[in-house]
């Protein structure tokens, strides 16, 4: 049988395996589902090359589609990396580049 983790990843990661989920907390007084997502690596690949990371933004959260009608909420610390002088935030599968919703949020409006 498979984890819970596991089809959350499947439904919003679709295929990534730069991210992962490293908690889902579902409280039931606010009728609300957060899934934190976590970089896996220790480098990032952009264009072929491989940079270390330099550090990370602050948590971030978007909102997303709705699971079984409970308000859902992604969050995840993006990680930077240094490309000559200037200091880059690795793009999320989910979302474009400062948007407060998920793509599949984005879609549905």
């Known amino acids: 049988m498979k984890r819970t983790e596991d089809i959350l990843a499947k439904l919003l990661l679709q295929n990534n395996d730069d991210w ?4 889902v907390v579902c409280d039931d007084s ?6 934190t997502l976590k970089y896996r ?6 264009d072929g090359n491989e ?3 330099f550090d990370f ?14 308000q859902t909420v992604l969050e995840a610390k993006i990680p930077r990396y240094r490309d ?13 580049p400062n948007s407060r919703l998920s793509w599949l949020m984005e879609k549905k409006r």
Do not use: C
């Open 20 to 23: 992962e989920i490293e908690n």
């Open 30 to 35: 606010v009728e609300e589902i957060r899934i």
């Open 41 to 46: 690596h220790s480098t990032i690949k952009v």
């Open 51 to 53: 940079f270390p990371i």
């Open 57 to 70: 933004r602050h948590e971030r959260s978007w909102r997303h589609l709705d699971m079984w009608q409970y």
């Open 84 to 96: 000559g002088g200037k200091v880059k935030s690795v793009p999320v599968p989910w979302a474009l």
